[in-house]
């Protein structure tokens, strides 16, 4: 299969998954997830329409950026406080934000830069050792400080589900956690985006209220991490 015929396949399925349980499709964003995959690929897919690209690592982005058609850059992967001087000015989003620290190294340089940056919150919904993000109970530590910056802006909600275990169950209760911080109305903290979904679930974080999927694999085939 073809990069664009795959991208013509997953489109459909986010149309109508989205249109399944009853939502504008419109209000699902593709981000196609183009770590490991050489800039040739990715220009092919935004040749075919892709708007939104995610790299998990700063350097990546930094690398690539050049050589890459225009398009907007997301952050998706941990990002440690000495790399966000490679994603200020070529990233539109940063998803990964798990701690004050970082959000005030993003304010300090887009500060600097003169730029603005939109976040998300990463959380760790599902509890799992392994994976990165805050734990639910941190976020309005988090949310509160957002309050006091100026260049920096938090957009909404972002997880990653366990890979060895139906996603669905943990996909809801992050729906839950995200209409609960809606109405609490943080300043300068809008519930826009909840970024959840990879290639392998993306349908049911749909019917639980993504606005935003992030998809590799099932775009541009295996990943060689060589
Ligand atoms: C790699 C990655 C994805 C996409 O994974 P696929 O299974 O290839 O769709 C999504 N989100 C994050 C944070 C990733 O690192």
């Known amino acids: 299969m073809s990069i664009k015929e795959n991208l013509e396949n997953i489109n459909a399925r986010i149309r109508a998954a989205a249109e399944a349980a009853g939502r504008d499709p419109d209000e699902v964003k593709l981000i196609a997830v183009t770590k490991t995959y050489?800039?040739?690929m990715m220009n092919e897919a935004i040749a075919c329409g892709v708007t939104d690209v995610g790299e998990n690592k700063a350097q990546e982005v930094r690398d690539k950026f050049e050589h890459v058609a225009p398009v907007r850059w997301h952050l998706i992967g941990h990002l440690q406080t000495n790399k966000v001087k490679y994603v200020i000015d070529r990233c539109a989003m940063i998803h990964s934000v798990d701690s004050i620290r970082?959000?005030?190294e993003i304010e300090r340089l887009a500060a600097a830069h003169d730029v603005d940056m939109d976040i998300l919150i990463q959380v760790n919904i599902s509890g799992e050792e392994s994976k990165s993000g805050i734990e639910p109970g941190e976020l309005d530590e988090l949310l509160s400080h957002a309050a006091e910056l100026t260049h920096t802006h938090v957009k909404g909600l972002m997880t990653i589900a366990p890979l060895d275990e139906d996603?669905?169950?943990?996909?809801?209760?992050?729906?839950?956690?995200?209409d609960e911080t809606a109405k609490k109305e943080y300043k300068n903290a809008s519930m826009d985006e909840l970024s959840m979904g990879m290639s392998g679930d993306f349908e049911a974080a749909i019917r639980c209220g993504?606005?935003?999927?992030?998809i590799g694999s099932a775009i541009f085939g295996a990943r060689n991490y060589n």
Do not use: Q, S, Y
């Not at 993504?210 to 992030?214: G, P, S």
């Open 102 to 104: 970082l959000m005030d």
């Open 38 to 40: 050489p800039v040739d």
């Open 210 to 214: 993504a606005t935003m999927v992030r």
């Open 167 to 178: 996603a669905e169950p943990h996909f809801k209760n992050m729906k839950k956690l995200f």
